[in-house]
């Protein structure tokens, strides 16, 4: 690859570059913020800042959506606004690039994550392709390029990708549209259903990270302020776990449905490799307070929740840069027939 590399992962809730010798050199959130419908005001964290605070001709957004790209125009700019910030430069010399995408999504949908590089305002080079559940392996630290398989779980902002991996290659994925947001909107929901309080969606995930839990054995509750739905005013009120627990634990078991379906589907020789390894789980929500307890209990397996679960797809892109003998995972021949 050329020395200039990059490694990208598009994600729902944010985005994680990798520069090749270099590891992630950018995690920001994944979204933009337009005024009056084209000028862009703010891009990452800065975006983020405003989200639920911007005036009506500010509109703030996210242009990932489940996994793929739902607004090509804001996507390429915020790509081409962090890309130019890393180098330094509004005129970046020429780079390659390797993008982190779902397995389970249509060609048209893959074939998006190629044409918004190469078609952007950047001298591009090489424009490559890897599996994000590969990426994911690689970045977790699991060998993979033997005959021996794995199971990894990647939890993300909207989606959650199910996935066998054995001998470099994909045996089984499965991709469900469940994933931290959509936690967040069920304890939204719950919270109103309750308490007749209307939250935010930057409240709804403070609650999530301190009161969530796997399991019905948390005791704790948090205040947040909302807005009453009744009077209509501003109101501080306390939240308990046992709230959240009822609104999340549906979700989290259609997680483990999900896991349950790619086990009962697994080639017996692979099922006793990851009787032996057990299930390794990633993401953004992989750090949820007893979910290694309640996918252990569930399967009956071991579960190994890794380290900096949220970061491993970025690492994992990093390694393919950095390490000749894994380049062959990036796939640069399907994306030639793509365009073609």
Known sequence: MAQRSYGIDFGTSTIKISKKGQGIVLDERNMIA????HAIIATGNEAYDMYE????NIVVSSPVRSGVIADV?????????????????????????????????????????????????????????????IADALG???????????????IGADTTEVSIISLGGIVLSKLIPIGGNKLDEAIKGMVKKKHNL????????????KLA???????????VYGRDVVTGLPVL??????????????????????????????????????????????GGSANIFELKGLIAKETGLKVNICEDP???????????????????????????????
């Open 53 to 56: 605070k911007a005036p009506a």
């Open 310 to 340: 949220a970061n491993t797809v970025a690492k994992g892109l990093g390694r393919i840069m950095d390490e000749e003998q894994l380049s062959s995972l990036a796939d640069s021949l399907r994306i030639k027939n793509l365009i073609d």
């Open 140 to 154: 977790a630290g699991l060998e993979i390029m033997t005959a021996g398989g794995v199971m990894i779980v990647d």
């Open 34 to 37: 337009v005024a009056d419908r």
């Open 213 to 223: 839990s796997a399991l019905p054995t948390v005791e704790a509750s948090v205040q």
């Open 198 to 209: 209307y939250i935010g969606d930057k409240t709804a995930e403070n609650i999530k990270k």
């Open 73 to 133: 125009a804001n996507m390429t700019a915020l790509f081409v606004h962090f890309i130019k910030k890393l180098s330094g430069s509004k005129k970046p010399g020429p780079a390659d690039y390797i993008v982190a995408t779902p397995t389970d999504i249509t060609e048209v949908e893959r074939r998006s994550f190629y044409e918004l590089i190469s078609r952007s305002s950047l001298k591009v080079g090489r424009v490559k392709i890897v599996d994000k559940p």
């Open 237 to 282: 009120m306390e939240i308990h776990s046992g709230t959240v627990y009822e609104a999340i634990a549906e979700h989290l078991y259609s997680i483990v449905d999900a896991i349950r379906i790619i086990l009962e589907r697994t080639p017996p020789e692979i099922a006793s490799d990851i009787i032996d390894s057990g299930i390794y789980v990633t």
